[in-house]
């Protein structure tokens, strides 16, 4: 067995990064930027109103007291989008609406709020003196010309998406998003809803696979299912190291009588090919090579569902988010209060329990395990969203600490959860 620090470094190794590529902006949420984004242009582009209000000259309502208020005479009206015309003289105010230019010789603006109309709008009435610059909006105020608008290895949010349309701009130069694909291997697998012959069963990997490559916003490319046969596997290996940037295989790389998915491997990657006993529980079959003719890698995981996912994110998550560029390749672990026992027995490996991880009331993470902890038992693992790794040993007792690592993002404030709650 080797430890899975190991094993990680070995497959990070053989995960290039994958070269820039302009890519559209409405397709661009989630990418790690390539080469730094520069603005070119100021926003806001204009000086313009924060407000719904009057703009004016702030010298004109210098002398303005509650008894003694000043009257200006209003020239015109300035929605967002128009622009007056005139510039404001002595004496004079525009009504101006939330994002209208701000009209030549005005210099602030006072809110619909603190002044009152007269003579149908022909006046204003400013009962207190408005300081210049309020409720004005300068150029550059948000991004000026020059600034960096998104640093290298910036994984992109909505808001950057918006920053970059304030520029003008369609395209960003980002590492692409990694084409993932994925296959599943056995005799016994079918895809389809009709009934199951004696000894078959569904395929549940290739659909997990392909969710969870979905949810890391890679590009999912669904390679099927091939029976336990040198031939068809090799054509397809050869098939998906020209379609995808990474495959993913499940089953036939433990040590049975049909686990040829380790020979086909061996085979179709020039010797690069490493099948590994890895030093945790579950996943401890691995198998990670970089297919022929290609830079594609290939990741062999094992058949049982669990070991698939636990496999997932212990050694492909990592390696494909740093194809995709990312710098930051592993998941959040905290240390969480043990809500019952987390016993185990010492075997030279990692034990990565299934789990589910709340938030209490207190900030302190609290882990419970779920009920089912086989490699098979797929129910528990869907109910879970942490693994908590136990070290070789013996494990904690409830009340002892635990590292806890946070597998399902959508699920990580999870204070709704109930650990138990699933049990019989
Ligand atoms: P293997 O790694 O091929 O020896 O398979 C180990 C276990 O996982 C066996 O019980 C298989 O039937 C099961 N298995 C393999 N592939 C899948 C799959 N795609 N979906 C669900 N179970 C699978
Ligand atoms: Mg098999």
Redesign the pocket.
């Known amino acids: 067995m080797i430890p899975l620090r190991e094993a990680q470094d070995f497959v990070l190794e053989a995960c290039a990064t994958l070269s820039p590529h302009p890519v559209p902006i409405d397709e661009a949420l989630g990418c790690v930027v390539a080469t730094p984004v520069l603005a070119t242009e100021p926003v806001p582009p204009f000086v313009n109103s924060s407000r719904d209000g009057y703009a004016l000259r702030a010298r004109d309502t210098e002398a303005a007291v509650d008894r003694q208020p000043v009257r200006l005479t209003v020239v015109g009206s300035i929605m967002a989008g128009s622009t007056l015309d005139a510039p404001i003289e002595v004496g004079q105010a525009a009504r101006i609406m939330t994002g209208a230019p701000l009209p030549d010789g005005a210099d602030a603006v006072c809110m619909l709020e603190d002044c009152a109309d007269e003579a149908g709008g022909g006046v204003v009435v400013i009962g207190h003196p408005v300081t210049e610059g309020t409720a004005v909006r300068l150029v550059g105020e948000d991004v000026a010309a020059g600034d960096t608008v998104a640093a290298a290895g910036t994984v992109l949010t909505p808001g950057h998406i918006g920053v970059l349309a304030n520029q003008g701009m369609d395209e960003v130069m980002v590492h692409p998003r990694p084409r993932v694909g994925v296959l599943?291997?056995?005799d016994?697998?079918v895809s389809t809803s009709g009934p199951l012959a004696p000894g078959q069963?569904?395929?549940?990997?290739?659909r997990v696979l392909l969710a969870l490559v979905r949810r890391e916003g890679w590009i999912p490319v669904d390679l099927g299912i091939v029976g336990d046969d040198e031939e068809l596997l090799t054509t397809a290996l050869e098939d998906a190291a020209t379609a995808c940037d990474v495959v993913i295989t499940?089953?036939?790389?433990?040590v049975?009588d049909l686990?040829i998915v380790k020979v086909v491997l061996a085979n179709q990657s020039g010797g690069t090919m490493r099948w590994m006993q890895v030093a945790i529980r579950p996943a401890k079959p691995f198998a990670f090579g970089v297919l022929d003719g290609s830079d594609t890698p290939v990741f062999g995981l094992?058949?049982?569902?669990v070991s698939a996912m636990v496999s997932f994110e212990l050694l492909v998550r990592p390696a494909v988010r740093r194809r995709g560029g990312h710098r930051s390749l592993d998941r959040p672990v905290v240390s969480a209060r043990a809500e019952s026992d987390l016993r185990r027995r010492p075997d030279g490996k990692t034990h990565f329990v299934r789990a589910l991880g709340s938030l209490d009331q207190h900030g302190v993470w609290r882990v419970c395990p779920v009920d089912g902890q086989d490699s098979?038992q797929l129910r528990a693992m869907a109910d879970a969203n942490a693994l908590a790794i136990l070290p070789d040993g013996d494990g904690v007792w409830a009340g002892g600490v635990v590292d806890l690592m946070l597998i399902d993002p959508d699920r990580i404030s999870a204070s709704t959860a109930t650990p138990g709650a699933h049990r019989r």
């Open positions: 599943s291997t056995g016994e697998l069963i569904r395929d549940a990997n290739r499940t089953g036939g790389v433990s049975g686990d094992p058949g049982n569902p098979h």
